[in-house]
């Protein structure tokens, strides 16, 4: 037979009033205090939320509440005003401890637990009262600390732990050298103030052109120790990696020639060989700004710089002829090609040399112009020229200047597009040397 739901929910409230008067009964023979087993069974039946903190304000408890008792009785259902009640009633405290990561923590000679990845361990429900802390860790200086609590206090502390071992801190020039550092423990790269247990440990430096440098380092309990590696550039390497470049150059591998040339400078920025060698290859590879500025090291320091050029010229015919131009300190030289009916100058000194400029020719071609005085005469100054387009320029059938009648063989020189920086180069560097 089914028993109507409110003679069930009557049968509860019956029941949960029976307990009740019985607790008011035994507590009117002793007032005694509310338990923590009959706190849980009162939540667990459901008593009236009302009710039940009443009883909690009116008789108390004989337990030291915790907030973990609140966090388990509100699990089992505790009402809001059970829940007020019993929270007035909590007076232990909380500690946030701030300490080395993983260092152990002992509270009142009882394990509390570890501190987290950060170094931080929450330690609550603290009595209220003075206690004492002690935090180890392998490795480090222990430390014992007392502290007072106060009645629901929420308390911070930091215990830093100072390391017992060696602090290690090992540099190098240049900066971006290697470094290894093996022992009771090993490390790579720059050291700031690293850790290290006592004991004897093999330090390493090393880079790319550098000879290599290795040391053996003992290491003391609370000692420091600091040092900075300085690399010496290794001229074999250097020599040998020079050798290379011009190689690279001579065989018209241009890109090679910068990235080795490049290297020689990083390790010896003196080296007007690889100045040289780099002002070459990147005047070949288009890099005008880069030429200009180690053809002038280059130069400076004693070495020449040679340049392929087209030397072009119209005597009823137009034609090129390929020549390298050897720029020194003094003078510029040229060379023709054999097998080529060039006839210019072997050279041109700079105490002759009028202010090299751009000019278009009648068909429209923009060239390279170097003047110079061949020769003082009594009463006339005497100007000849030299007219210079790139490699790579091509003579082309019909006249770009559709009104040219100049170019008896109707003719002009297509240039690269790239002619006139390779010309305002050639400028400012010979307007550099012939203006010291």
Known sequence: MKIPRV???TGRIFSMLLL?????????????KLTLAQISHLIQIHAPDGLVADQVRERGINFAATHANIVSWTAEGAGPQTLAALTALVQTGSLMLHTEPGATVSLDGKDAGAA?????????????GSHNLVVTKAGFHSINRPFTLADRESSQLALPLVWAGGLLTISALPANSSISVTGPVSFSGPLNGARCPPGTYTVAVFGVGYSPQTESITLAADQRYQKTFRLVVDSQFLAAT????????GGGNTDSAIRLSSQVLSLDSSSTSAHKVLAEASFLKGNYPLFVDNAHAAIQGGQSVTIPLLHAHDFG????DSVNATISSTAVTFVCSPGTECKIPESV??????????ITDPSGTRMLRILWVAGPREFIRVLRQLDFVPVGSQIVNGPRNPNMSIFSSGKHLATPRDAVSQYEAVINLLKELRNP
């Open 7 to 9: 003679m069930t929910v």
């Open 20 to 32: 009740l008067c019985l607790v008011h009964s035994q507590a009117e023979a002793q007032r005694s």
């Open 116 to 128: 987290d990845p950060i170094g931080v361990l929450s330690l609550q429900d603290v009595p209220p």
């Open 242 to 249: 020079l050798a290379h470049a011009q190689a690279a150059l």
């Open 317 to 320: 015919k137009l034609s090129v």
């Open 349 to 358: 000194n700079y105490s002759t040399m009028e202010a090299p400029i751009v």
